[in-house]
């Protein structure tokens, strides 16, 4: 079965989210999955969503035995959201941008959420002309910047004769080695595979950059510290999602479906097998905490009619 499963589901990424999608009496499943075929690369970039519309407790949970699940890749509402990188807003030359913009620019005053809007567009702006100066500079690049430039040669991959297509080329020479200059095409497999040992590379440095600044008197310190910061933010929840490896006793990373599957047996196969049980010695470490009921009391209903009771 499990073989099947990758034979039929081969090159798809489930996308989880963790809330039940069936009810049938008393009985709840997740029997509603969604797949995507794009890369994981792409898909992390695109931060997607998903969750079921309603619960079984809402008012139209009675209106069928199945809730709808809701699936969206970054802003659910449809409009574009400008974001500015994380690595442009920590660059020298973002600051001196906006100083000069808003040097250059004057706002008069006017509605709080109209002035807001402004000094966004503003950073924007100074975003843009940040990204436009650090590609062509001379230097080493932040990691960073080499996922930033591998996403967006990514997402240009189709028409590579766009000018942003040609800016990650100059800006991170590095990437060439993924286009095939005779064919026009880009190896999206290889660069997949970069952008997720770029993002690897990034996690371990950040780990062990890690420098808590807990003070003796300071308990709350703790969760002001990047290790905790990093442990919330890659904590257990299956409404996002991440690029694993799985790697066997040896510590080799393994590199296909059947593979991965026997380290997981290998290693799974003895927690989950049926563990002896000793009923005797359960009872004698039980018995002081069982209640039970005097001989002398009567019951008003019989034990077994209650019990049909509440089994219906």
Same mark, same amino acid.
């Given at each position: 079965?499990?073989?099947?499963?990758?034979?039929?589901?081969?090159?798809?990424? !489930?996308? !989880?989210?963790?809330?039940?999608?069936?009810?049938?009496?008393?009985?709840?499943?997740?029997?509603?999955?969604?797949?995507?075929?794009?890369? @994981?690369?792409?898909?992390?970039?695109?931060?997607?969503?998903?969750?079921?519309?309603?619960?079984?407790?809402?008012?139209?949970?009675?209106?069928?035995?199945?809730?709808?699940?809701?699936?969206?890749?970054?802003?659910?509402?449809?409009?574009?959201?400008?974001?500015?990188?994380?690595?442009?807003?920590?660059?020298?030359?973002?600051?001196?941008? @906006?100083?000069?913009?808003?040097?250059?620019?004057?706002?008069?005053?006017?509605?709080? &959420?109209?002035?807001?809007?402004?000094?966004?567009?503003?950073?924007?702006?100074?975003?843009?002309?940040?990204?436009?100066?650090?590609?062509?500079?001379?230097?080493?690049?932040?990691?960073?910047?080499?996922?930033?430039?591998?996403?967006?040669?990514?997402?240009?991959?189709?028409?590579?004769?766009?000018?942003?297509?040609?800016? @990650?080329?100059?800006?991170?020479?590095? &990437?060439?080695?993924?286009?095939?200059?005779?064919?026009?095409?880009?190896?999206?497999?290889?660069?997949?595979? &970069?952008?997720?040992?770029?993002?690897?590379?990034?996690?371990?440095?950040?780990?062990?950059?890690?420098?808590?600044?807990?003070?003796?008197?300071?308990?709350?310190?703790?969760?002001?510290?990047?290790?905790?910061?990093?442990?919330?933010?890659?904590?257990?929840?299956?409404?996002? *999602?991440?690029?694993?490896?799985?790697?066997? !006793?040896?510590?080799?990373?393994?590199?296909?479906?059947? @593979?991965?599957?026997?380290?997981?047996?290998?290693?799974?196969?003895? *927690?989950?097998?049926?563990?002896?049980?000793?009923?005797?010695?359960?009872? &004698?470490?039980?018995?002081?905490?069982?209640?039970?009921?005097?001989?002398?009391?009567?019951?008003?209903?019989?034990?077994?009619?209650?019990?049909?009771?509440?089994?219906?």
């Amino acid at each position: 079965m499990e073989q099947m499963f990758f034979n039929i589901l081969v090159g798809l990424t !489930e996308i !989880e989210q963790d809330r039940p999608t069936f009810m049938r009496g008393k009985y709840l499943a997740r029997l509603d999955y969604i797949f995507t075929k794009l890369p @994981c690369a792409v898909l992390l970039d695109l931060q997607p969503v998903a969750h079921v519309k309603w619960e079984f407790g809402h008012r139209l949970g009675e209106s069928s035995d199945h809730v709808p699940v809701f699936f969206a890749l970054g802003a659910s509402d449809g409009r574009k959201v400008v974001s500015i990188p994380r690595w442009v807003a920590h660059h020298p030359d973002y600051k001196q941008h @906006c100083q000069d913009l808003i040097g250059k620019v004057r706002i008069s005053p006017g509605n709080p &959420l109209h002035l807001l809007s402004r000094y966004k567009y503003i950073m924007s702006t100074a975003a843009s002309l940040t990204i436009s100066s650090s590609s062509s500079a001379t230097g080493s690049l932040s990691i960073d910047q080499q996922i930033y430039w591998a996403l967006m040669m990514l997402r240009y991959a189709s028409d590579p004769k766009h000018r942003y297509f040609k800016t @990650c080329l100059k800006s991170y020479p590095y &990437l060439e080695k993924f286009f095939d200059h005779s064919l026009d095409t880009v190896l999206c497999d290889d660069l997949g595979k &970069l952008i997720a040992r770029l993002h690897h590379n990034k996690s371990c440095k950040a780990l062990m950059d890690n420098t808590p600044c807990v003070k003796e008197d300071d308990h709350a310190g703790n969760k002001r510290s990047k290790l905790f910061a990093w442990m919330s933010l890659w904590a257990s929840k299956r409404r996002s *999602i991440s690029t694993l490896q799985i790697v066997d !006793e040896d510590g080799v990373v393994c590199t296909s479906a059947e @593979c991965c599957a026997n380290a997981l047996h290998k290693y799974w196969g003895p *927690i989950m097998r049926e563990k002896p049980v000793r009923l005797d010695l359960a009872k &004698l470490a039980l018995v002081n905490f069982i209640c039970v009921w005097p001989d002398d009391l009567t019951y008003e209903v019989s034990f077994d009619h209650f019990r049909l009771l509440l089994d219906s």
